[in-house]
């Protein structure tokens, strides 16, 4: 086709039915839609925090307040182990990267019901919705990693050689939230029970993983069970990586990985099957 000028014009179709396309189609279409995941990302930096008097403030005493309190609760009161490191130290990181995986899944979870009318008036691949607003948890995570930085210093914490390993394990963290999150936002079109749900299951699994405790308090009959959930073999590596702590042995790594991957696999086929009629439901 010749434009007013006479010049060839490249005109791309899309062919759009109930079936999904090829998965090499689908990673082909996300990265063409990086601008839009680029400028979707952006705004949820922004708009989480537009028209607050502290602002970025917030990002450092969300995961700093409850720290200090737990500090003061499980570290001082009940004297609960923290493997050698102040429980400041240790409840902190946990926190943190905990933190990750938590806002990512619940900023991707409800990306649908907040942006639903450009599902309905556009087409694009829909998985860029989640997948944006979720990746800017990265953000809260970054601030909150430096914080406990800088009070590693204060506190005269030695920092680890394997800390060079810590932002492979963001990554791997922020990778499982944002699986999760995909087929949570999915299913939250289709029953908004998820919505209110979600977080409270995230509360249950904070207290389900390491995050607050070491996993030596766990009774030795329950640890294969225990971890299978893959945030624990996640939050112990990077506790490990940043302060030292005993890092999970290689059989809970290697369950953590295996029961991970089964994990973003079953999330992947939820959102594949829930998201084909998306604007239908929203």
């Known amino acids: 086709m010749l434009d007013a ?5 490249h005109r791309e179709h899309h062919r759009i039915s109930t079936s999904p396309p090829p998965l090499r189609t689908q990673i082909r279409e996300l990265l063409r839609a990086r601008d839009l995941f680029v400028l979707i990302f952006g705004r949820e930096v922004r708009v989480r925090y537009k028209q607050t008097a502290l602002g970025l ?3 450092v005493l969300q995961p700093l307040v409850p720290a200090l309190i737990f500090a003061a609760v499980f570290g001082a009161f009940a004297r609960l182990p923290s493997e050698g490191s102040p429980y400041l130290l ?21 990306s649908f019901l907040r942006d639903g009318n450009l ?3 556009v087409y694009f691949p829909r998985a860029v919705l989640p997948l944006a607003a979720g990746t800017a948890a990265i953000v809260d995570f970054l601030v909150g990693s430096l914080v406990l930085l800088v009070l590693m210093v204060a506190l005269g914490q030695g920092f680890a050689v394997a800390i060079v390993t810590a932002p492979a394990i963001a990554i791997a963290v922020l990778s ?7 087929a949570v ?21 904070l207290y389900g993983s ?40 290689s059989a809970d790594l290697a ?28």
């Open 57 to 59: 403030i917030w990002v």
């Open 185 to 205: 936002s999915a299913l939250t079109a289709h029953y908004r029970d998820f919505a209110i749900a979600v977080p409270f299951v995230l509360q249950v699994l």
């Open 210 to 249: 390491p995050v607050l405790y070491s996993s030596e308090l766990v009774p030795a009959s329950l640890q294969g069970i225990y971890a299978l959930n893959p945030m624990v073999g996640l939050i112990e590596s990077f506790r490990s990586a940043l302060l030292g702590t005993a890092p999970p042995s």
């Open 176 to 182: 499982l939230g944002l699986a999760v999150g995909l």
């Open 255 to 282: 369950m953590a990985a295996a029961s991970g991957v089964v994990l973003v696999g079953v999330c992947l086929v939820v959102y594949a099957r829930a998201s084909r009629d998306l604007s239908d439901v929203i």
């Open 119 to 121: 599902v309905t008036k």
């Open 90 to 110: 240790f409840a902190l990181a946990g926190l943190v990267v905990y933190g990750l995986f938590s806002n990512a899944v619940a900023r991707s979870g409800t």
């Open 5 to 9: 000028r006479g010049s060839s014009v």
